[in-house]
């Protein structure tokens, strides 16, 4: 399966393009990192791969077709912000359910527990909640997983831990993973092949 941004052109309103002419392609079973500078564009462009925002110019497709717009999508995006991406009205049992029942097994492997379920999210850490979000992002129609700053906010330790685990069902599904970061010895330690931003521009990486 492989995931491709075609001349990509995002812009706000009637502001200043915020990029032109990126494009980009990932397939299944590849990690890939994505670095740049600081508001360059990598979380919107993250954004458009998830299917979240529709790009002003050019397409995003799924094997040559546009996104199905129903139903589970098959690429997740997991954002720096936990906070951010989950409603606060709804406990985490059904925040996690919300796509997919997500085994007891893959929330040991992320070292959720049991009793964060009945708590609503600002009842519990970033760290804790991130952990739900991931969770929430692996379901079995996953094919590519686009981690946005996804462990930026965590110990070392909590970090080591949730990358393992991930890591892990990457390989054994063969997904696609994008990893956004500025973080460069994780980027090393865990991409097979990294894009700079500056390089997107008008030609395919
Ligand atoms: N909703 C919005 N309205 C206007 N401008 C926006 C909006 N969202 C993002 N931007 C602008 O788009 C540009 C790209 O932002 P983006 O978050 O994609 O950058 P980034 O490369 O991910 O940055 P960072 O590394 O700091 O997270 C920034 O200049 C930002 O100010």
Not at 138 to 156: H, S, V, W, Y
Request: net charge neutral; charged share 20%; with cysteine.
């Amino acid at each position: 399966m492989l995931l491709e941004g075609n001349n990509l052109g995002v812009r706000y309103g009637s502001g200043p393009w915020i990029f032109r002419e990126v494009s980009v392609s990932l397939r299944q079973g590849e990690v890939v990192g994505l670095v740049g500078p600081s508001g360059s564009g990598k979380t919107t462009l993250g954004r458009l791969l998830a299917g979240y925002d529709k790009p002003q110019e050019g397409s995003v497709a799924l094997n040559g077709a546009p996104f199905v717009q129903r139903g589970y999508h098959p690429v997740q995006l997991v954002l720096q912000h936990p906070e951010k991406a989950v409603n606060p009205l709804w406990r985490m049992r059904r925040i996690l359910q919300e796509g997919w029942a997500p085994d007891p097994a893959l929330l040991e492997a992320l070292a959720i527990e049991q009793a964060w379920l009945d708590r609503w999210p600002n009842e519990l850490s970033g760290g804790e909640l991130q952990r739900c979000c991931v969770a929430r992002a692996l379901g079995p129609e996953t094919r590519f997983l686009i981690a946005d700053e996804m462990t930026a906010m965590l110990d070392a330790i909590s970090q080591a831990q949730i990358w393992s685990s991930v890591l892990d069902i990457v390989q054994k599904r063969n997904l696609g993973l994008l990893i956004i970061s500025h973080e460069p010895h994780l980027i090393r330690r865990l991409c097979s092949r990294v894009i700079e931003w500056k390089d997107l521009i008008g030609v395919r990486t």
